[in-house]
């Protein structure tokens, strides 16, 4: 049993949709959890957490985009559970690379202030995502890793507002 902390940057796949109301298309998120691992296979249990403020916008059917000046903020946290794969240790066994894949389980959370009963969203949604990365051991009990994750969360949002107006429905990233 590995427990890990985890700091990242994702890439929101609804970039446009995340740029027109909190500035950016990326964010950094923050999260851990618990490694499970039998020989080369492991169980990965984790959570992460993105949240940053911005603003509600109304965007044209051009895609031109209007600030509201109403302080809206976004939070977004995944749970996730995945199965994967260590592969041989390379130079001197310090260098162990994986892969794997699993479920993810979203919370998106959208609020405002000003908002009216039934603006404010907090829902859940399903999706998957996959990972490879190589760890790089430091020293017995201590390892560093750096991953790729791509997560797919479709048919989340996209309804209204700017990922309507975006044709944006996927709260994924990498």
């Known amino acids: 049993i590995r427990p890990f902390a985890s700091v990242g940057t994702t890439w929101f796949t609804a970039s446009s949709t995340f740029k027109a109301v909190l500035g950016s298309g990326q964010g950094q998120d923050f999260g851990g959890g618990l490694n499970f691992t039998e020989g080369p296979a492991y169980l990965e249990i984790g959570a992460r957490r ?10 044209t059917e051009g895609g031109q985009v209007f600030p509201l000046g109403i302080p809206t903020k976004v939070t977004i946290t995944p749970l996730e559970v995945a199965i994967g794969w260590r592969f041989r240790p390379l130079l001197g066994r310090r260098l162990l690379p994986h892969l794997g894949g699993g479920y993810t389980r979203l919370r998106y959370e959208e609020t405002a202030d000003f908002a009216e009963p039934g603006d404010n969203v907090a829902e859940w949604f399903n999706g998957f995502h996959v990972v490879g990365g190589v760890e790089v051991r430091v020293a017995r009990w201590v390892g ?14 996209g309804t209204g507002g700017a990922s309507q107006a975006f044709d944006e429905d996927n709260l994924g990233g990498a």
């Open 50 to 59: 993105f949240s940053k403020s911005g603003q509600r916008v109304f965007v």
């Open 144 to 157: 560093l890793t750096g991953e790729a994750v791509w997560t797919s969360v479709a048919d989340a949002i």
